[in-house]
């Protein structure tokens, strides 16, 4: 081999060892599930690409409705979709109340809502839930809803960031430390809220 062909091999090698991350990096990148399964770090069920919406589209008379007290802030949303709140509803509410608790200092940043639609008063437990924020809405609403959010159920939770995007969910029977340990991590990542 001459001088030449030397000079030539050892340059594709260099080049060879800067190119190797890059190229290593992109196939990672492209192919994620070779990564421990694929999984990712999250207990709730990822809305990709997060819905970006208003909440008052799914309250009756919701431009008239004050929600202020929402704004900036990062909310975990409760539907009751038939109208019937059961023994497993109650919990859910409680378990959901008992997060706040979890949180400790960052309890500030989430707020609560359960939309109402049952036709009655709202229930006792509902009005005496501290910081508990309760709103009406109806099967137009909750159709308007099921379009942006496929698959959603009587009970589940939908997390909205501060800017309003949904972008979260959760079952009825969801485990709150799950659900802690998913604010905490986007409280930890996000500036705002």
């Given amino acids: 081999m001459d001088k030449v062909t030397k000079n030539r091999l050892k340059l594709i090698f260099i080049a060879g060892l800067f190119a190797l991350p890059v190229m290593s990096a992109w196939l990672v990148f492209e192919n994620p599930q070779w990564l421990e399964g694929g999984e990712t770090k999250n207990y709730g069920e990822l809305i990709s690409p997060a819905i970006a919406t208003k909440l008052s589209n799914y309250v009756i008379n919701g431009s008239e409705v004050n929600m202020d007290d929402l ?11 038939d109208g019937q709140c059961a023994k497993s509803c109650e919990k859910s509410v409680h378990i959901v109340h008992q997060l706040n608790v979890l949180l400790n200092k960052d309890a500030k940043r ?23 924020h ?9 159709t ?25 969910r959760y079952r009825q029977d969801a485990d709150p430390y799950g659900i802690q340990k998913d604010l905490k991590l986007l ?3 996000s500036q705002i809220g």
């Fill in 134 to 142: 309760v709103f009406k809405w109806n099967h137009e609403n909750f």
């Fill in 144 to 168: 308007a809803l099921s379009q942006q959010v496929k698959q959603t159920e009587d009970g589940d939770m939908l997390l909205m960031d501060p800017l309003g995007n949904i972008m979260m």
């Fill in 187 to 189: 409280f930890k990542a």
């Fill in 110 to 132: 989430l707020k609560r809502v359960y939309l109402d639609q049952s036709n009655g008063p709202i229930a006792p437990f509902l009005s005496e839930a501290p910081e508990l």
């Fill in 71 to 81: 704004k900036g802030r990062w909310v975990l949303v409760h539907l009751d979709v």
